[in-house]
Nanobody
Framework: QVQLVESGGGLVQAGGSLRLSCAASGSGFSTFAMAWYRQVPEKQREWVASITRSGTTNYADAVKGRFNISRENAKNMVYLQMNSLKPEDTAVYYC?????????WGQGTQVTVSS
């Protein structure tokens, strides 16, 4: 059974940086694409970035050039390096594993960017 646990969120000033981590349990981590999403209250969850099993990355336009997704298959970890943070980046950030049987989600980690 897959479990995803995010960490690394917190409060940061605009222009600062944070690194989110996602630890995955269960087998087959290296065979699945991974993604980060975010959500603010009363809005739909928004895709932020994804990385394929081979390491190809894609980013939402809102974060392109500022965020970097990476993975460390030997440790079952995926990361989101967030630089030049803006107040509009404030959200709960979720890690997701994309599988043919559906997506698995973590519990989320809060990121708050103050102006």
């Amino acid at each position: 059974q897959v479990q995803l646990v995010e960490s690394g969120g917190g409060l940061v000033q605009a222009g600062g940086s944070l690194r989110l981590s996602c630890a995955a349990s269960g087998s087959g981590f290296s065979t699945f694409a991974m993604a980060w999403y975010r959500q603010v209250p009363e809005k739909q969850r928004e895709w932020v970035a994804s990385i394929t099993r081979s390491g190809t990355t894609n980013y939402a336009d809102a974060v392109k050039g500022r965020f970097n997704i990476s993975r460390e298959n030997a440790k079952n970890m995926v990361y989101l390096q967030m630089n030049s943070l803006k107040p509009e980046d404030t959200a709960v950030y979720y890690c997701a594993m994309v599988t043919s049987n559906g997506d698995y989600w973590g519990q989320g980690t809060q990121v708050t960017v103050s102006s």
